[in-house]
């Protein structure tokens, strides 16, 4: 017997769960099967992510879905309740901070001007006043840095698994299989293969596979400017705790650091060639990170490595950002890829305007348009200045 859905997404991590609980939330009486080869979610994007939440981006969508976002997860640990237990997230809020030399000043105060703009509470910060957020930190060569106290950092794998959760008992069917290829005809999709075989059948199919969404695509002749890129990240003690708790903090050199629990976690987007790879290393640490560490707080010139671990960026390599939406050149695919780190911060406007599109034929909380994938041969790029 023919198996058939009226909606597949493959990929069942935060962006495809996200989507699914959305559609089914927001009153899809359809069939929803999401497919997703990693059933332990081992080599997933989100839970080895950094889990940092921020509304400090540069272009207007970012800034938009960013601030829906937020608001979504304050009260994600009620939304996704199931049976009446809360789904905690561990939402810190102790803010986001991109530390600037004089150069690049004026810049963050524009940044500043149009955040404030859609109602972000992000502030320019003195020398002096990031010494009342951060007291041991080094502002000898700072001007400042931008500042937002609504922001900080959340358990991704707990968002994932909330999302995972909520969308099974609204009646996502989920499926722990590969999917080789998207089927299609002469009309559009039909459906997909899985990789042992078996033939799902379908109108609709997103691709939400992450760093995996261009192999996907590609079978279709329908290529995407997606690479997976490596990106580490370091855990590590320190000898002598800090005053206070950190906001997730990047330092001008993009080197970034936060609490995790009584330690502190650290990364940067270093320089690596596309390919799926989750090594780790402790060069990483003591070559790139610990000199612009403990250069930055005299606390961590004295640090321990307790752990680590590197997932993969779904890199867009045109601008950056986000592919969402239909694709032009196939009726019924639909992406919801290439978000280049931000996906897990994203996932709430993502998911929700997706199925109104799905649903209604048009977005209507927000306007992902900008994020289109007609804009690279439209030359329209969404160029977002704040990429970590």
């Known amino acids: 017997m023919a198996k058939r859905s009226d909606i597949i997404i493959i990929g069942g991590s935060v962006m495809g769960s996200s989507i699914a609980y959305h559609l089914l939330q ?6 929803v099967t999401v497919f997703e080869k990693d059933r332990l979610y081992e080599f ?13 981006f540069t272009t207007d969508i970012n800034i938009q879905i960013s601030r829906y976002s937020l608001k979504r997860y304050l009260s994600f640990p009620r939304d996704m309740a199931v049976d009446g237990e809360c789904a905690e997230i561990d939402f810190k809020q102790r803010g986001y901070l991109f530390l600037g030399h004089q150069e690049s000043r004026k810049q963050l105060e524009n940044q500043m001007k149009k955040q404030q703009r859609y109602g972000v509470p992000s502030q320019f910060l003195l020398p002096d006043e990031l010494k009342d957020i951060i007291p041991e930190l080094n502002t000898d060569d700072l001007a400042g840095g931008l500042y937002c106290a609504e922001d900080g950092y959340l358990d991704p794998y707990s968002v994932m698994q909330g999302y995972i959760k909520k969308a099974k008992q609204l009646g996502a069917h989920y499926v722990y299989e590969g999917v080789d290829r998207i089927l299609t005809d002469r009309n559009g999709v039909t459906g997909v293969q899985l990789d042992n075989g078996e033939t799902y059948y379908a109108p609709r ?14 079978k279709l002749n329908l290529p995407l400017p997606i690479v997976p890129l490596k990106r580490q990240v ?44 989750f090594r780790w290393t402790r060069a990483f640490f003591e070559e790139q990170l ?18 680590g671990w590197a997932g993969l960026y779904s890199h867009n390599t045109s601008d950056q950002n986000a592919i969402i939406g239909p ?10 890829c290439g978000f280049s780190g931000h996906g897990m911060q994203q996932a709430p406007a993502v998911g929700k305007c997706l199925a109104e599109l799905l649903v209604t034929g048009g977005y209507q909380t927000l306007d992902l348009n900008p994020l289109r994938f007609e804009r690279f041969e439209e030359n329209d790029l969404v160029i977002e200045n704040a990429v970590v």
């Open 234 to 277: 370091i855990q590590f003690d320190i000898a002598d705790p800090l005053t206070k708790e950190l906001p997730l903090t990047i330092d001008p050199t993009g080197v970034y650091f936060r609490h995790e629990g009584k330690e502190i976690i650290s990364g940067y987007s270093e320089k690596v060639k596309p390919g799926y790879d």
């Open 205 to 218: 199919v997103i691709n939400c596979a992450g760093p995996w969404a261009s192999v996907l695509s590609n």
């Open 327 to 336: 694709h032009p050149g196939l009726a019924g695919y639909y992406l919801a």
């Open 26 to 31: 927001d009153g899809f009486t359809g069939e």
């Open 290 to 307: 610990w000199p612009v560490l403990a250069q930055r707080i005299k606390n961590f010139e004295r640090a321990k490595i307790t752990g």
């Open 44 to 56: 997933s994007s989100t839970p080895r992510s950094a889990g940092g939440i921020r509304q400090l």
